[in-house]
């Protein structure tokens, strides 16, 4: 399974991005489907996941009411759109997907997630 992610750039605070992450190979699932992001000289952060369902979301403290997960089956895409961005929101965003994961299971785990997307950057400016 290869995963290819869009949709980053340079925005500025207050301001949207929305994030899309193509699958392509390996089985049609369903997938459980997640974003992660990495900010310089950080670790890797939980920011949203969907499960194998789509009835079950959840998102990391500091996105929430903010970020909005969703996926289309049929096209294997998860998308994440970002409002109210801010500077801390600057980071590389990952996507991760998995075919295996429990029905309704969103996990915020990377260790959960067999494939992984390349990461594109946001950029939130003051």
């Known amino acids: 399974v290869q995963l290819q992610a869009s949709g980053g750039g340079l925005v500025e605070a207050g301001g949207s991005l929305r994030l899309s992450c193509a699958a392509s190979?390996?089985?049609?699932?369903?997938?459980?489907m997640a974003w992660f992001r990495q900010a310089p000289g950080k670790e890797r952060e939980f920011v949203a996941a969907?499960?194998?369902?789509?009835?079950?979301?959840r998102y990391g403290v500091s996105v929430q009411g903010r970020f909005t997960i969703s996926k289309d089956h049929p096209k294997r895409t998860v998308y994440l759109q970002m409002n109210a961005l801010e500077p801390d929101d600057t980071a590389v965003y990952y996507c991760?997907?998995?075919?295996?994961?429990?029905?309704?299971?969103?996990?915020?785990?990377?260790?959960?997630?067999?494939?992984w997307g390349q990461g594109t950057l946001v950029t939130v400016s003051s």
């Open positions: 991760a997907q998995d075919p295996a994961l429990r029905w309704y299971t969103a996990s915020s785990t990377t260790t959960d997630y067999s494939y």
């Open positions: 190979g390996g089985t049609f699932g369903p997938y459980a």
């Open positions: 969907v499960s194998r369902s789509g009835r079950k979301i």
